[in-house]
């Protein structure tokens, strides 16, 4: 299974199994084609974290299958704590190193 299709199967499953708490919108579902045509914004991977700016955003998005708009924020923060649960890794919302390897190589 490829993150992408691990990306939009864990964001199904979430949308089903909210629970209540403040409301939030739910990401939206990742963009298979925008992926599998490339991303090439950058190939620096900084850390990032909610409120980051900046190509090294719209490359982690691209790759993520959503909105590239360059801007952390709630959709982007939300699909990294899908991916980071999906694949074991800390869920602390911050694209770090073990986030990226998996936004590369899955």
């Given at each position: ?76 923060e939300q ?28």
């Open positions: 299974m490829t993150v992408r299709n691990l990306i939009a199967a864990t964001l199904a499953a979430a949308a089903i199994t909210a629970v209540a708490g403040p409301a939030v919108a739910a990401p939206a579902a990742p963009d298979l084609q925008a992926v599998s045509s490339g991303c090439a914004y950058t190939s620096a991977t900084p850390t990032l974290a909610p409120g980051s700016t900046g190509d090294a955003v719209r490359q982690a998005q691209c790759l993520m299958g959503i909105n590239a708009d360059g801007i952390f924020g709630e959709e982007t699909t990294v704590l899908a991916i980071q649960s999906s694949f074991g890794l800390a869920t602390d919302g911050i694209i770090g190193p073990q986030t990226w390897d998996v936004l590369y190589n899955f």
